[in-house]
């Protein structure tokens, strides 16, 4: 740990500015806060909760478009000014949500331009920063920023119930909007810095001679296949996590104590961020991956049938909250692994076109599974399935082809 120490001297204003962005950037915010705002809108608009999980699934999937566009934007302009406009901009376009009307189309609309402003708050940037400042305990750099989003993921639930409760749902999402404006933007413009070579026009256009060809990268099978896996475990996830209140209101539990068994999930988050970053530095990522994605799997198990308590739904909360944490650490460490850092921003923004296609699609698709058999059992299962199945396909991805 002696050449990350030496690291974190140097570049620990970088990582506390990317927890800071990506926290209250649009993977943390909405993600964790969607679930909570689904019976104020159902009762102001008469939305079912799948329509209210539709602006979630809109966004997710106007990333795909979004996410290569801030990669682009990085490399023409650099990282740091990126992520300072698309902090500002996401922040005031999510305030914005409190002027929500009863026309839907305007309110998925409203999801699709903050996904187009707030695609600079995504991983794809923070891991580009970061990936230039640390070599040695890059994964554990990584699991540093990625855990703003635990951070969110612990507070924010409560956090909006409390707004929603004491405010009223227009006041919780202004308050709730404002938090990315006067918390990460300040830290952002002043931490944060790209090391040298890594600012606009850097990238994999001038990567020094023998690093590998970004061409050849979509042709590589290992791309596909990381590809597919994230596309099934960000669907599994996405879909256990923001109906994760909704199930527990359907199972007789108060509105507070689901939202702390929400919170309950996010300090798993939390805990999967801060252990699975170092670990990947030691350990083989797959095997990582499939141990965590498995459990999960398992755990959502645990939530099938009528007869469950709190304790059964902390087990699960802690193991979906495990795997949640440790995909935004295992997802960039892969691309840097296996695509080098020349190309990581490239592979990430390709890849997580996958993983946010099926964060899309899966809040969406386990609300609609839920109306269809009129029960959690079936989208459950079919959870749990998906997690297994990740797993056990990047086990397949053999030795790191990157040497930096």
């Known amino acids: 740990m002696t050449g990350f120490r030496t690291e974190v001297a140097k570049g620990w204003g970088v990582l506390v500015a990317s927890a800071a962005g990506f926290g ?46 801030a990669a682009w934007l990085a490399k023409r302009f650099g990282p740091r000014r990126v992520a300072i406009g698309s902090v500002a901009l996401f922040s005031l376009s999510y305030m914005a949500m409190a002027f929500t009307n009863s026309a839907l189309w305007a309110f998925y609309l409203h999801w699709m331009e903050i996904s187009l402003v707030g695609a600079g708050t995504l991983t794809v940037i923070w891991t580009q920063v970061i990936s230039g400042w640390f070599v040695k305990g890059r994964g554990a750099a990584l699991a540093c920023a990625m855990l703003g989003s635990g951070l969110t993921a612990l507070c924010a639930p409560v956090l909006a119930n409390s707004l929603i409760a004491g405010l009223g749902w227009r006041l919780a999402y202004a308050g709730l909007g404002a938090l990315p404006l006067l918390v990460a933007l ?23 001679p023998g690093r590998l060809d970004p061409a050849p ?52 988050v939390v805990v999967g961020r801060l252990g699975c970053g170092p670990l990947l530095d030691r350990v083989w990522v797959s095997a990582v991956a499939a141990v965590i994605f498995t459990l999960a799997g398992l755990s959502t198990l645990l939530l099938r049938g009528a007869a469950f308590d709190a304790f059964t739904v902390a087990i699960a909360a802690a193991a979906v909250g495990l795997a949640a944490g440790a995909e935004l650490d295992i997802l960039p460490y892969i691309a840097s692994r296996y695509f080098g850092v020349a190309r990581v921003g490239a592979a990430l923004a390709g890849l997580s076109g996958f993983f946010y296609c099926g964060s899309a699609l899966g809040p969406w698709g386990f609300s609609w599974l839920v109306d269809a058999a009129k029960g959690y059992d079936l989208p459950l299962a079919l959870a749990a399935g998906m997690m297994g199945v990740s797993g056990a396909s990047l086990l397949l991805l053999g030795r790191y082809r990157a040497t930096d």
Do not use: C
């Open 24 to 69: 209250l950037g649009m993977s943390g915010l909405p993600y964790y806060t969607s679930g909570v705002f689904v019976e104020p809108l159902n009762k102001a608009f008469g939305w079912s909760a799948t329509q209210v999980q539709g602006g979630l699934t809109v966004e997710l999937l106007t990333n795909m478009a979004s996410l290569p566009l």
């Open 186 to 208: 300040p830290l952002i413009y002043i931490l944060l810095h790209e090391r040298a070579g890594e600012g606009a026009g850097a990238g994999a256009d001038s990567a020094p």
């Open 217 to 268: 990268m979509f042709g590589d099978w290992r791309f596909w296949l990381i590809g597919f896996a994230f596309l099934l475990v960000g669907a599994a996830v996405s879909g256990v996590i923001p109906n994760l209140v909704k199930l527990l209101r359907f199972h007789g539990f108060s509105r507070s104590a689901a939202a702390g068994s929400a919170s309950l999930l996010g300090l798993f």
